[in-house]
C-alpha cells in the first residue's frame, strides 16, 4: 500500500507515476475522502474539548443561583447530547476511513525512475543476452512432442483425473522435474545463504492481502469452500513473505545482507486472463511448482539485494547452459505490487522464441506497509517498514521444458545436463 502521506503531499504526481503502469488514479475521489475523514476528526476532537468543558460547568450554574440538581440535570442533558454526537462524528470517521482504505487497497505501488515506458511487454527492454541458442541439424521439437513420445508426459490422464492445463509425469521425466528443484535448492542455500522453509500451501485472505494478491486479484486465486477463508498459494511468495507480518525485527536480526528465505512449493492458479494462451504442456499449468527466493532488507539495501537476487536465479540457467536474456519491464507490463522488475527469459527451441522463466521484483516498502513488516533502526530507536525483494528461482516447470527442447537429441532422447546427474544417479540421457 502506498504511504498516505507521499499521497497527500503530492498526489498529482502520484497519479503521474501511476499512469505510467497505466492507472488512473482518482485525485479527485481521495481528496473528497481525506476532507471527510478530517472533519470529522476535527469534529469529534471538538466535542471531546466541548465535553471537557461541559463537565465543569455543574459549579458555575449553581454559582449563579441554580440549585444542585438543577444544575446536575442541564449539565447531564448536555453531556448526553455531546455523547451521541461524538458517536455520531466518530462512526462517520471510521466510516469514511474504510472509504479511504478500500480505495488505496486497490491503488498499485509507484514505479521505480528506472522502469521505461511503455504498455506491453514488447516494450520491455533488453538488459543482457547470455549463451548462444544452439544451431540443431534436425527440426527441433517443443516439450510436448518430445515428453509424449517418450510415453512420460500425458496430459489425456491428467484431463480425464482433473481437468485441461494438468500434467502427469512418469519415469525419468517425473524424476527429473524432481531433481532441478533438488539442485536449485542445494544451490541457493549452500552457495548462495539463503534458509530453507517449508511452508503452508493453504493461506488465510490476511496473507493474500499482504503481498497484494487481494482484494484485486481475488478470481485468479483458487479458493476453498468453507467460512474459514482459505486460498491455495499462487507461489511461495505468499507464505515466506508473511513470516515478517506484524512483527518488528532488531537489526541483529536482519545481519549485513538481510533475512533470505528460500522455498520450494506447489503454486495454484486459476489463469482467469489466460484463456486460449499456451494450452499445450508446461507452459501454463493450473498446479505447477516453483523454488522461490524471497528477501527482507533495510530499505538502503533493496536496489543491491534486487540485483543479488536476480543474480542468483541467472546462476541456475548459467549452470544449466541454457541460453536466457534479462529484460526490465516497461510501466504497462509491471505487476501490481512490483515497483521494478526483471524478467528472465529462457530460449526455447521448439518455439524459437525466449520465454519467460523467473520474475525478480522490488517492491521496496509496498507489501511491508500491508503487512506491518518493520525492523527496529538502531540509529533511531524507532520501528521502519522493510524492503521486500522475491522472485523464482527458477519456475521448476518451465526450467524441465527448457531442459527437454535444448538438450532434445535426433533420435528424441534428452542429454541430462551435466549439472543434474549427480541428482540422477548418473543418467546421461533420458530416453
Known amino acids: 500500500m502506498l504511504d498516505i502521506k507521499a499521497v497527500r503531499q503530492d498526489p498529482e504526481a502520484v497519479a503521474s507515476a501511476l499512469a505510467r503502469k497505466g492507472f488512473n488514479f482518482p485525485i479527485a475521489d481521495f481528496e473528497a475522502l481525506d476532507a471527510r475523514r478530517k472533519s470529522a476528526d476535527v469534529r469529534a476532537q471538538s466535542l471531546l474539548a466541548e465535553r471537557k468543558a461541559a463537565s465543569k460547568k455543574i459549579g458555575e450554574l449553581v454559582g449563579q443561583g441554580m440549585s444542585i440538581d438543577e444544575a446536575k440535570a442541564e449539565v447531564t442533558t448536555i453531556l448526553e447530547r455531546i455523547a451521541a454526537d461524538i458517536d455520531a462524528a466518530t462512526l462517520e470517521a471510521k466510516a469514511v476511513q474504510v472509504e479511504l482504505d478500500t480505495l488505496l487497497h486497490a491503488v498499485p505501488n509507484v514505479p521505480d525512475d528506472k522502469v521505461p515506458e511503455g504498455n506491453t511487454e514488447?516494450?520491455?527492454?533488453?538488459?543482457?543476452?547470455?549463451?548462444?541458442?544452439?544451431?540443431?541439424?534436425?527440426?527441433?521439437?517443443?516439450?510436448?512432442?518430445?515428453?509424449?513420445?517418450?510415453?512420460?508426459?500425458?496430459?489425456?490422464?491428467?484431463?480425464?483425473?482433473?481437468?485441461?492445463?494438468?500434467?502427469?509425469?512418469?519415469?525419468?521425466?517425473?524424476?527429473?522435474?524432481?531433481?532441478?528443484?533438488?539442485?536449485?535448492?542445494?544451490?541457493?542455500?549452500?552457495?548462495?545463504?539463503?534458509?530453507?522453509?517449508?511452508?503452508?500451501?493453504?493461506?488465510?485472505?490476511?496473507?493474500?492481502?499482504?503481498?497484494?494478491?487481494?482484494?484485486?486479484?481475488?478470481?485468479?486465486?483458487?479458493?476453498?469452500?468453507?467460512?474459514?477463508?482459505?486460498?491455495?498459494?499462487?507461489?511461495?511468495?505468499?507464505?515466506?513473505?508473511?513470516?515478517?507480518?506484524?512483527?518488528?525485527?532488531?537489526?541483529?536480526?536482519?545481519?549485513?545482507?538481510?533475512?533470505?528465505?528460500?522455498?520450494?512449493?506447489?503454486?495454484?492458479?486459476?489463469?482467469?486472463?489466460?484463456?486460449?494462451?499456451?494450452?499445450?504442456?508446461?507452459?501454463?499449468?493450473?498446479?505447477?511448482?516453483?523454488?522461490?527466493?524471497?528477501?527482507?532488507?533495510?530499505?538502503?539495501?533493496?536496489?543491491?539485494?534486487?540485483?543479488?537476487?536476480?543474480?542468483?536465479?541467472?546462476?541456475?540457467?548459467?549452470?544449466?547452459?541454457?541460453p536466457y536474456r534479462k529484460v526490465i519491464l516497461c510501466g504497462g507490463d509491471l505487476g501490481f505490487s512490483a515497483a521494478l522488475t526483471y524478467d528472465l527469459e529462457v530460449w526455447l527451441p521448439g518455439q524459437q522464441a525466449y520465454r519467460e522463466i523467473s520474475s525478480c521484483s522490488n517492491f521496496k516498502d509496498y507489501q511491508a506497509r500491508r503487512m506491518q513488516a518493520r525492523w527496529r533502526n538502531p540509529a533511531t530507536g524507532k520501528p521502519e517498514l522493510l524492503n521486500t525483494i522475491n522472485g523464482s528461482g527458477l519456475a521448476v516447470g518451465r526450467t524441465l521444458v527448457a531442459v527437454l527442447e535444448n538438450y532434445q537429441q535426433s533420435d528424441g532422447s534428452v542429454i541430462v545436463p551435466d549439472a543434474l546427474r549427480p541428482y540422477m544417479g548418473g543418467l546421461e540421457s533420458i530416453r
Open 122 to 322: 514488447d516494450d520491455n527492454i533488453e538488459v543482457l543476452k547470455w549463451g548462444t541458442p544452439k544451431q540443431f541439424d534436425f527440426s527441433p521439437k517443443d516439450h510436448v512432442d518430445i515428453g509424449e513420445a517418450m510415453g512420460q508426459l500425458d496430459g489425456d490422464s491428467a484431463g480425464k483425473i482433473t481437468g485441461s492445463r494438468f500434467t502427469v509425469m512418469s519415469g525419468a521425466l517425473a524424476r527429473l522435474h524432481r531433481v532441478l528443484a533438488q539442485f536449485m535448492l542445494y544451490e541457493h542455500t549452500v552457495n548462495h545463504g539463503y534458509t530453507e522453509l517449508y511452508v503452508p500451501f493453504i493461506v488465510n485472505s490476511e496473507s493474500l492481502f499482504g503481498t497484494g494478491q487481494l482484494p484485486k486479484f481475488a478470481e485468479d486465486s483458487f479458493k476453498l469452500e468453507g467460512d474459514q477463508g482459505y486460498y491455495l498459494i499462487p507461489t511461495a511468495e505468499v507464505p515466506v513473505t508473511n513470516i515478517a507480518r506484524d512483527r518488528i525485527f532488531d537489526d541483529s536480526e536482519l545481519g549485513d545482507e538481510g533475512i533470505k528465505f528460500v522455498a520450494h512449493t506447489p503454486c495454484f492458479r486459476s489463469e482467469a486472463g489466460s484463456y486460449g494462451r499456451d494450452t499445450r504442456g508446461l507452459i501454463r499449468q493450473h498446479q505447477f511448482e516453483k523454488v522461490e527466493l524471497v528477501q527482507l532488507v533495510r530499505p538502503e539495501q533493496s536496489e543491491w539485494a534486487l540485483e543479488q537476487l536476480t543474480g542468483h536465479a541467472e546462476h541456475i540457467l548459467k549452470k544449466l547452459d541454457l
